[in-house]
C-alpha cells in the first residue's frame, strides 16, 4: 500500500494525542453493525473509541463491521421499506438501530439526475447522470458525513461538536450542532467565501477564523485536542475521522440504488481530503460483498483544482507519494494542500483504471456555467471541478463517452457565488417600454 511518510510523521503525533481522549468515551457504546476500528496499513483492531491513528504504525483507523448476512433480496426490500434519507441504510453503517428517531436533520436520498442535456454538450452516450447533493438541508454533501459523527458523538459523551473546515464541513456541523442539542465551535480559515461564514455563523454557535489555509487550521485543531482545552470536545473530522468519513459511503449506496441496484461503469469524484472518493470505494465494495448489485468493472476518477492538485500531480508523475502544495485556487472547499487520503486516492484510480485530473479557475467557471445552462443545476465550485474534469478526461480519452457515467455535484452555487459573479449578469439594462426591449434585440 502507498504511503505519504509525512502523512504518516502527521498521524504519529495524533495518534498519541488521540489516546488522550478516549477516557471520554463511554464504557460502552451502541454503534449497530460497527464492531471495531481497523488500521488501514496493518490491519490492527482497537475496540470503538474516539481514536483515528493506529498505536502500532501510525496508520489511519477506518470502522469494521459485522454486516447482515442472508438473503440479498431481503436487505433490498429493508432498505428500500426505509426513510427517504441516510438512515435507510442503518444496517450498514455505525449508528444505532433507532437513529431515526433521534433529533437529526436527516440528510441524503438526494437526486440522481439524468443529464440528456450536459450529455449531448459533451458526447456521452452511454447515459451521464449528475448525483447532486446540494438538496441536502445545508446544501452540500458534508451533511451525511456530519450525521454519523454526530451519533458517535452521543455514543462517546461529548458535549461540544467541532471541526476544521474549508466552509461547506462548518455549516453542517453547525446547523447539526443545533438540531441535536450539542454546543458547537468551529474552525476556518480567515479568507473563506463570505456565503460560507454567514451559513457557518447563523446557527448560533462559535465561528473562529483562523489566520492561514486549511492546512493551519487543521494544525491548529490538532494541537486543540490534545490539550485540556478540547476535553468533551469532538472533532468531526480529526478524533471523530473514522466515523465521520463512512458517511460519504450512503453516496455511493444511493447511487447504485437510484441506477436500479447497479453499479456505475464510472464515477468522477473532487478531491480535498481524498476521504470522500475512498468512502465511495469502500462503499461500492461493501455492495458487492453483500449481493446487493453485480460484480463487475468500475473507474473511478478524482478532480482537483490546478491550484489544489496535489494528488493529480502524483497520479501524472506515477509517484506513490503526495507531495504537499500551497493552495491558490477559486475552489476553495477542495483547497487542502497536504490530504490525508491521497495516497489511498492514487491507489484507487489506478486499481480501478481511472484516474485524477485537474482543471484551472477559468475552467471551473466555464463548467459551473454548463452545468446550469444545460440542466439547471448551480454548482458551487468544486462542481465546478467536477464537471470541469470529465469534459477533460473525455477529450484526452480517458474516460469512455459509450458507458454509463455519474459525476458528483457536492454543493450549491449559492456558496460561492464570487466565482462566477464578475462574468453573470443581466443579458441587458432597457427602459421600461416595448420600443427599448424591441431595440435591445432581445425580441425574438
Known sequence: MAKCAMGKMRRKGLA?????????????????????????????????????ACALCFGPLEVAYDLPTGDPEALRKRIEAGPDNIWRYAPLLPVPANVAEKPNLNPGFTKLVKADNLA?????????????????????????????AVEAARAFGFTTLSCSSTGNLAGAVGAAAARAGFRSCVFIPHDLEQGKVVMAAVYGGELVGIEGNYDDVNRFCSELIGDPLGEGWGFVNVNLRPYYGEGSKTLAYEICEQLGWRLPDQIVIPIASGSQLTKIDKGLQELIKLGLVEDKPYKIFGAQAEGCSPVSTAFKAGHDVVRPQKPNTIAKSLAIGNPADGPYVLDIAR??????????????????????????????????????????????????????????????????????????????????????????????
Not at 456521452?124 to 454519523?148: E, M, Q, W
Not at 466565482?419 to 432597457?430: D, E, H, K, L, M
Request: charged share 20%; aromatic share 4%; net charge negative.
Open 16 to 52: 498519541i494525542m488521540a489516546v488522550q481522549t478516549i477516557d471520554n468515551a463511554a464504557t460502552t457504546v451502541n454503534l449497530g453493525p460497527a464492531v471495531a476500528l481497523s488500521c488501514r496499513e496493518c490491519g490492527e483492531r482497537f475496540d470503538l473509541g474516539p481514536i483515528f
Open 351 to 444: 486499481r480501478t483504471g481511472g484516474a485524477v485530473e485537474d482543471v484551472n479557475d477559468e475552467q471551473v467557471v466555464d463548467a459551473i456555467k454548463l452545468l446550469a445552462r444545460t440542466e439547471g443545476i448551480f454548482a458551487e465550485t468544486a462542481g465546478g471541478v467536477t464537471v470541469g474534469v470529465t469534459r477533460k478526461l473525455i477529450e484526452s480519452g480517458l474516460l469512455d463517452p459509450a458507458l454509463t457515467t455519474v459525476v458528483l455535484n457536492t454543493g450549491d452555487g449559492l456558496k460561492t457565488l464570487d466565482a462566477v459573479a464578475p462574468t453573470t449578469g443581466p443579458t441587458a439594462t432597457i427602459r421600461p417600454s416595448l420600443d427599448a426591449f424591441r431595440d435591445a434585440g432581445l425580441a425574438h
Open 120 to 148: 449531448r454538450e459533451l458526447g456521452v452516450t452511454g447515459g451521464l447522470y449528475v448525483k447532486d447533493d446540494s438538496g441536502n438541508p445545508t446544501h452540500s454533501f458534508k451533511d451525511r458525513v456530519v450525521a454519523i
